[in-house]
C-alpha cells in the first residue's frame, strides 16, 4: 500500500530535493501532487493508463455462469483490466476460486455442470463490458469476491492509501523524480534515476497492451 504523499517523497529524495531523514512540507507535498496528477494525465495520452487494485463483491444469481461486469452491466462498476484473485463467500466460509485463462476454459468439456460452489474463473477483458465466467454453473445465491485491476484518473489527495500492481510504484517513483525537478530548482537528475525512469516506464507500457476479445 502506498499514498500520494509517499510517492512524491521518494520521487524529491531521488532528484536530491529532499534529504534522508527529512519529511515533506506543506507547500512541496500540494505541488508535487500537482505534478503527480499532471504526468499520469499525459500518460493517459500516450495510452500507458495507471492501476489500482480494488476488492468488490457481487451476489451470484442461481443457475447463470456468465456476468458482464462494467459501466451498466450485470455487475456495474468500471470494467477491470484483469481479475486477479477470487473467492466465494457461503455460511461465513471463503472458498478459493482458481483464475484460468481461455485457454484453460475452453478446455472444459461440459460447462453446464453444476454445484453450489463453482471452484474457477476465467474473465474475458471484452469492450466495453467484460465478462465474467464461473465453472461449475453455481446452483446457489452465494457472494463472489473478486480483486481487479482498476483505472485510476489521478490522486485526490495526498493521505489515502491504495495498492498498485507490481511495477507501477517504482515507475510512478522514478518518472516523477525527473517531472517534478525543474519546479524544485534541480537542473538535471542523475543518469541512474533517468535510465530506470524510462526501463520502468516501458515495463508497465508492455503491460498496458494487452490482446482484448472483441
Known sequence: ?????DLIKVALKLNGNLGQGEDLNSYDADDGLVRLNAMLDSWWNERLAVYQILRETFTLVANDDDYTIGSSGQINTT??????NAFIT??????PLDIISVEEYDSIVSKTITADIPNVLYYQPSYPLGIIYLWPVPTATNTLNFDSWKQIQNFSALTPELAL???YQ????YNLSIETAPLFGVS???RTVQKIAIESKAAISRINAPKMIS
Do not use: C
Open 165 to 167: 500492481p507490481p511495477g
Open 170 to 173: 517504482r515507475a510512478i517513483e
Open 1 to 5: 500500500m502506498t499514498t500520494a504523499n
Open 79 to 84: 470494467r477491470p483490466l484483469k481479475i486477479v
Open 188 to 190: 538535471e537528475v542523475s
Open 90 to 95: 457461503s455460511s461465513s466460509q471463503d472458498y
